[in-house]
Nanobody
Framework: QVQLVESGGGLVQPGGSLRLSCAAS????????MTWYRQAPGKPRERVAR???????VYADSVKGRFTISRDNAKNTVYLQMNSLKPEDTAVYYC?????????WGQGTQVTVSS
C-alpha cells in the first residue's frame, strides 16, 4: 500500500517562502517520478512541478523561476521550495505518484498567501 503524506503548508505573506514535503512509503521511491499538483477553490487541479527518477524537472509556467522541486531518495521524500509567493498561489497542494500502474494522491496541505 502506497502512502503519501504532505506537510509544510501554512499562511504566508506575499513575497514569502514555504517548503512543502511529501514523504512516501510503500513505493520503490527512487524509481518513481513524483509530481506536485495544486487546486484552488472553484478551479481544476493543475500540475505544478514534476521530477523524474533521474531528477529531470518540469514546471508550470506560472511557477517557473519561483518554485523548485527536489527529492531525497534516502529519505523517500520529495520537496517543493516555493519562493516569491503570490496570492494566486493559494491552494491545496497535493503529492502524486504512479506506482505499479496505479495512481496515488496524498491528503493535501493548504497554502494560503495573504497579507
Amino acid at each position: 500500500q502506497v502512502q503519501l503524506v504532505e506537510s509544510g503548508g501554512g499562511l504566508v505573506q506575499p513575497g514569502g517562502s514555504l517548503r512543502l514535503s511529501c514523504a512516501a512509503s510503500g513505493t520503490i521511491f527512487g524509481t518513481n517520478g513524483m509530481t506536485w499538483y495544486r487546486q484552488a477553490p472553484g478551479k481544476p487541479r493543475e500540475r505544478v512541478a514534476r521530477i523524474t527518477s533521474g531528477t529531470s524537472t518540469v514546471y508550470a509556467d506560472s511557477v517557473k523561476g519561483r518554485f523548485t522541486i527536489s527529492r531525497d531518495n534516502a529519505k523517500n521524500t520529495v520537496y517543493l521550495q516555493m519562493n516569491s509567493l503570490k496570492p494566486e498561489d493559494t491552494a491545496v497542494y497535493y503529492c502524486y505518484v504512479i506506482n505499479g500502474g496505479r495512481a496515488y494522491w496524498g491528503q493535501g496541505t493548504q497554502v494560503t498567501v495573504s497579507s
